[in-house]
DNA sequence: AAGTTAATGAACCATATGGTTGACTATCCG
DNA sequence: CGGATAGTCAACCATATGGTTCATTAACTT
């Protein structure tokens, strides 16, 4: 798996774009941050470790806590990905006006 | 899923994201598509198949081809979210920096 | 009519994902 | 010491993912 591979996957699962949000507002302990959601430690757990492996957020053991803190450098490269798009949804430039301009070129 | 879980998802395989790429420079045939990979048709139509459920591509059948064609505007709602994270990643706010910056405001 | 090409469908396989529970480890608090 | 709190680990389960092959349908070509 690439980089861009494991960013996009960690990004799409809802919960872990919540643990991302939660961390935002700055550096959380695990505890904390699995409160919000209907599961169990476990489950929240793992999906830092799923964010932890892209990348996205960094474990630091304190006593028996662990704090979380957001790392948002493969964010970026996943944003700067998509805006190579950017033109065909900028609506001035949409896909079906690309494709016709891309016919009458010819 | 919602909306963005499956943008996210479709845009976490390689093949997935070089099948846009493809399609950005124009409409493309299935087959087209398939060609530069290693891999069966049927594989590469799964592909195009996710791709088409998360919206990213329309597929209009014309004769025994089916016609491919980038559709970007779920990446733009993908690209916004991520926008949300721009000051942590713009080097001038990093995620440390923020950290500290939270610690020394209390 | 016969053959080729484009594509899907179904069955199968291996592995990954997202969740659970229960046992365990380690730390903090009294 | 004894108990509560934070977290991991292991086992298990259901479902999804990414690929294959073989058969089939549908549309062009000659």
């Known amino acids: 798996m ?3 591979d494991s960013t996009f996957a960690a990004l799409s699962h809802e919960t872990r774009r919540a643990i991302l949000g939660k961390l935002a507002s700055g550096e959380t302990p ?3 941050l699995a409160k919000p959601f209907n599961m169990s430690l476990t489950a929240v757990s793992k999906h830092v470790r799923v964010l932890s492996d892209a990348g996205l957020l960094t474990v630091e053991r304190r006593g ?3 704090h979380c803190r957001l790392n948002a450098q493969p964010m970026k490269q ?3 990905w998509l805006t190579d798009y950017q033109s065909f ?3 001035q430039f949409d896909s079906l006006a ?3 301009a891309a016919k009458g070129d010819r």
Do not use: E, K
Request: hydrophobic share 35%; charged share 30%.
């Open 2 to 4: 690439t980089n861009l």
């Open 30 to 32: 695990l505890s904390d």
């Open 64 to 66: 028996r806590t662990r």
């Open 78 to 80: 996943a944003a700067d």
């Open 89 to 91: 949804w900028s609506g």
């Open 98 to 100: 690309r494709h016709l």
